[in-house]
């Protein structure tokens, strides 16, 4: 995939897209996990799980659940974790631009956090947004991957976006392409053997999903960068 602008943002150049949801981590078991996403998801949840909005000051819990799935997953292709000062340059060009971030609290702890950004950066692409969701392993399915990404909809969908795409690195990340089927994503296609990581090759699986009325319509207009 081609850089993109706000980009860098999300995952340093070269990756291929912010990657999305957290594929299993080599020998453990998959972070990522499905359950109904229902589109009513502000504020706190049943069982103390609260989604809210990211800030800076979350910059170094964020690092420290992303640098688990670089070093032992293959959600994410970066190999090295990026530290606290680049994740914070990281959210700041997300967060400057208008795309949301949320993070999952329970019990006062961090345990998952989502962002979109912009797909790709020549100008026609300005409707369309990537999603990332990442949880830390020990709350695995108890619905909070799909609170998390039904809350980026919404946002995404308020901002007048009308695509999103899910670029989700190992076709065997199963609970992620779940996670996103049931929240609506249709598969888009795979490109095979494009990562190489842990000494294997990894594919990418493409989905998708429109946001309010989709191609139905002209969207309003947006600022070209």
């Keep these: 995939m081609e850089p993109r602008a706000a980009a860098a943002a999300a995952q ?95 019990e006062g702890s961090i345990v998952g956090y989502a962002y979109a950004g912009p797909y790709r950066p020549r100008p026609a692409y300005r409707y369309t947004v990537e999603d990332s969701v990442y949880l830390a392993p020990a709350v695995q399915r108890r619905g909070i991957g799909a609170a998390l990404l039904a809350r980026l909809i919404e946002a995404c969908t308020r901002r007048g976006d009308r695509q999103m795409i899910a670029v989700i690195g190992d076709s065997a990340n199963a609970p992620s392409i779940a996670l996103h089927a049931r929240a609506g994503f249709v598969e888009a296609g795979r490109l095979a053997n494009v990562g190489y990581k842990f000494d294997r090759w990894l594919d990418i699986v493409l989905m998708q999903r429109a946001l309010g009325e989709g191609a139905i319509s002209a969207p309003a207009a947006r600022p070209m960068r």
């Excluded at 453990?28 to 909005?53: M, N």
């Design 12 to 106: 340093p150049h070269g990756q291929p897209a912010a990657v999305s949801a957290a594929a299993a981590p080599q020998g453990g078991h998959p972070p990522s996990e499905g359950g109904g996403a229902s589109l009513r998801c502000e504020g706190k949840h049943p069982g103390g799980l609260e989604i809210r909005a990211a800030t800076h000051d979350d910059a170094e819990a964020i690092t420290a659940l992303y640098s688990g799935h670089v070093a032992h997953g293959t959600a994410s292709f970066e190999l090295s974790p990026p530290d606290i000062a680049e994740m914070r340059r990281r959210m700041g060009a997300l967060l400057a631009e208008g795309y949301p971030w949320f993070c999952a609290i329970v």
